[in-house]
T-cell receptor, first 112, second 115 residues
Framework: DGGITQSPKYLFRKEGQNVTLSCEQN?????MYWYRQDPGQGLRLIYYSQIVNDFQKGDIAEGYSVSREKKESFPLTVTSAQKNPTAFYLC???????????FGPGTRLTVL | AQSVTQLDSHVSVSEGTPVLLRCNYS??????LFWYVQHPNKGLQLLLKYTSAATLVKGINGFEAEFKKSETSFHLTKPSAHMSDAAEYFC?????????????FGAGTRLAVHP
């Protein structure tokens, strides 16, 4: 099946720890995105990548980092510098940067 | 700048009755608009999209939306609600931002369907 997978589904982290969220797609899409969703709000863009080995900051990049070493993978690291990391994180991909975005199932991160 | 406003944070309907979820947009040019649905603890699924072709757009699961430029609206409708339609719905406008499609999300409308 083609699609976008995110792992793990639920993640718990202690304060002060970095944690990495996985996003993989087998759709052969060039562009990938990370969004954050907080209760009662729409999604906000953290980082995006239009092509391998390139990525750009979105609206709320502070405290996050990404890499795009392979076309199918776009991992997100939530660093200890992120002041309020508890949220639902969604990864998306699109064929090109101006094409429709399709979303993965999400990872719920809770900081204890 | 592009933006969307979803006029209702919660909508409650009875099964078998019509659904109306309201969305107004602001855009300096002819916009591309989407509706996505999110079931609890799930990712977003594309319901339908408007890209300046027909003003009445049909989507999946019996949903449709009508683009009305004069009213700057893109309301989502369905003639008869089903229990499985209970979810959160997001209206989204595209902002052309440096060569990629930046999605601008509304705050969402939570749809409840009662038996």
């Amino acid at each position: 099946d083609g699609g976008i997978t995110q792992s793990p589904k639920y993640l718990f982290r202690k304060e002060g720890q970095n944690v990495t969220l996985s996003c993989e797609q087998n759709l052969n899409h060039d562009a990938m995105y990370w969004y954050r969703q907080d209760p009662g709000q729409g999604l906000r863009l953290i980082y995006y990548s239009q092509i391998v080995n390139d990525f750009q900051k979105g609206d709320i990049a502070e405290g996050y980092s990404v890499s795009r070493e392979k076309k199918e993978s776009f991992p997100l690291t939530v660093t200890s510098a992120q002041k309020n990391p508890t949220a639902f994180y969604l990864c998306a991909s699109s064929q090109g940067a101006t094409d429709t975005q399709y979303f993965g199932p999400g990872t719920r991160l809770t900081v204890l | 700048a592009q933006s969307v406003t979803q006029l209702d944070s919660h909508v409650s309907v009875s099964e078998g009755t019509p659904v109306l979820l309201r969305c107004n947009y602001s855009s300096s040019y002819s916009p591309s608009l989407f509706w996505y649905v999110q079931h609890p603890n799930k990712g977003l699924q594309l319901l339908l999209k408007y890209t300046s072709a027909a003003t009445l757009v049909k989507g999946i699961n019996g949903f449709e939306a009508e683009f009305k430029k004069s009213e700057t609206s893109f309301h989502l409708t369905k003639p008869s609600a089903h229990m499985s339609d209970a979810a959160e719905y997001f209206c989204v406008v595209i902002s052309d931002s440096g060569g990629y499609n930046k999605l601008i999300f509304g705050a969402g409308t939570r749809l409840a369907v009662h038996p």
